[in-house]
């Protein structure tokens, strides 16, 4: 089945303002898609849109991917068939340590309709060999996996954590919003290390950032520019080294000249 994630002039209000302006976009499966863009041009309604976030609300379009207009979905049913957004701030649950949720979400994601969840659930030796697997490649210490989710944590802590959920759910499509905010070059480094080790030619990733230093670490295939609720630039990776040197001044202005 083909696992790219294909957007067709996507429209999307949030309260009555319209920030998405029919954006369209293709992110090919096995491949790295970014897209940059200034504050303000609708890059993390994007990704909060794809992922099924109730606030944001499609007015016109369609999503494709997994031969399933994802639009009609839930956010859980999205989650299911593959789709995994990576939070810019993931939100503290006080109560709920860090192994609970995880495996929790590792069983929502393999039980089966009309099965007993005993039967589809991930027996805990399993569980516990694969989440000490994950934490050992992120440099994650032992005791965290009693934690409380992401409550207390540092910045790079919680993306550590997003990423080793990604490992052990193995998304189909990842969307990764502005990953690096908040961290510093040793755990930029580490994150990404963890998103390469888990990219392979079945999965794709949308990755949303401001800066060329996360593509550094995941390098891209294809990079597009957002201003104003459109993609207005696209390019491969020689475009994020433009935008580094230049900033977006340019694209504003072939943007005005194109409108």
Do not use: C
């Not at 670490?217 to 990776?237: D, L, R, T």
């Amino acid at each position: 089945m083909n696992n790219d994630l294909v957007i067709q002039n996507l429209r999307v209000n949030v309260g009555d303002k319209e920030i998405l302006k029919g954006v369209n976009l293709t992110v090919q499966q096995g491949t790295i898609h970014a897209i940059m863009g200034p504050n303000g041009s609708g890059k993390s309604t994007l990704s909060y849109t794809l992922a099924g976030h109730p606030g944001y609300k499609v007015t016109a379009g369609e999503v494709w991917f997994k031969g399933q207009n994802i639009l009609t979905l839930e956010a859980n049913e999205r989650s299911k068939l593959g789709l995994f957004l990576a939070f810019q701030h993931p939100v503290a649950v006080p109560g709920v340590s860090v192994a609970n949720f995880l495996r929790a979400a590792l069983n929502a994601h393999r039980a089966v309709p009309g099965k007993d969840p005993k039967e589809t659930s991930i027996p805990i030796a399993e569980f516990r060999k694969l989440l000490k697997s994950g934490m050992l490649f992120l440099e994650m210490d032992d005791k965290f996996a009693r934690r409380y989710l992401n409550e207390g944590f540092s910045g790079g802590e919680k993306k550590r954590l997003e990423t080793l959920q990604m490992m052990l759910l193995k998304p189909g499509m990842i969307i990764m919003d502005e990953t690096d905010s908040g961290l510093d070059i040793d755990a930029l480094k580490i994150v990404s290390k963890g998103v390469n080790h888990l990219l392979n030619p079945e999965i794709g990733a949308l990755v949303i950032t401001h800066y060329q230093r996360l593509l550094d670490y995941i390098k891209p295939n294809f990079v597009s520019v957002m201003m104003e609720g459109q993609i207005v630039q696209a390019g491969g990776p020689e475009l994020a080294l433009k935008l580094e040197e230049k900033g977006y001044d340019w694209v504003r202005e072939e943007f005005a000249h194109a409108s």
